[in-house]
Each structure stands twice: as structure tokens, then as C-alpha cells.
């Protein structure tokens, strides 16, 4: 069984910075895909952003030149650095990993095998 754990959420001012950190567990932590959602009240998880296996990354357009996604294969971690926030960045942001993820189905919670418990990230105006 393979656990997540989210850690770094907080209360930042807008233009500040967070990051937030995701510990998982498994021997095969460098072929999962690495992904982060992000959830507020009422509605669906959205995708943020992935780091493929094979160390690509991808963001969502609203957060592009502002969040990046690294990875360390040695710790079995990966990480979620985000700059310049804004009030709309506020949610809760969920680590998902995907044990064999299809392309073109990066962008669905289902398509993720393993989640954590997530983590608030609050901006305040």
C-alpha cells in the first residue's frame, strides 16, 4: 500500500510564497506520475500540475511561470513551490500519484491511484 502525505499549507499573504511538500511511500516511487489537484468548498478538484516519471512537468494555465513541481527520486518526494500567490489560489491542494498514468488522462482524479489527506493553502488580499 502506497501512503501520501502532504505537508506546507498555510495563511500567506497575497504575492507571497508557499511549498508545499508530499512524502510517499513504495519501492517504485521514480515510475509514479506525481500530481497535484487543488479543492475549494463546492466544487470539483481541478488539476494544478504533474512531474512525469520521466521528470517532464505540466501546469495548469493559471498557475504556469508561478508554481513548479520538482521531484527527488532518492526521498521519495516531491514538491509544489508557489510563487506569487493569489486569493484564488486558495484550496485545499491534494498529492496524487499514478502508478502507470495514460497520457492523455492526466488531467482526471481518476486516473490517480494513491491520494493524500491534503493540505489549506489560505492567500489573504
Known amino acids: 500500500q502506497v501512503q501520501v502525505v502532504e505537508s506546507g499549507g498555510g495563511l500567506v499573504q497575497a504575492g507571497g510564497s508557499l511549498r508545499l511538500s508530499c512524502a510517499v511511500s513504495?519501492?517504485?516511487?521514480?515510475?509514479?506520475?506525481m500530481a497535484w489537484f487543488r479543492q475549494t468548498p463546492g466544487k470539483e478538484r481541478e488539476f494544478v500540475g504533474i512531474?512525469?516519471?520521466?521528470?517532464?512537468?505540466y501546469y495548469e494555465e493559471s498557475v504556469k511561470g508561478r508554481f513548479t513541481i520538482s521531484r527527488d527520486n532518492a526521498k521519495n518526494m516531491v514538491y509544489l513551490q508557489m510563487n506569487s500567490l493569489k486569493p484564488e489560489d486558495t484550496a485545499v491542494y491534494y498529492c496524487?500519484?499514478?502508478?502507470?498514468?495514460?497520457?492523455?488522462?492526466?488531467?482526471?482524479?481518476?486516473?490517480?491511484?494513491?491520494w493524500g489527506q491534503g493540505t489549506q493553502v489560505t492567500v489573504s488580499s
Open positions: 496524487a500519484v499514478s502508478d502507470g498514468l495514460i497520457r492523455a488522462t492526466y488531467r482526471y482524479t481518476s486516473s490517480y491511484h494513491y
Open positions: 513504495g519501492r517504485t516511487f521514480s515510475s509514479y506520475a
Open positions: 512531474s512525469w516519471n520521466a521528470g517532464y512537468t
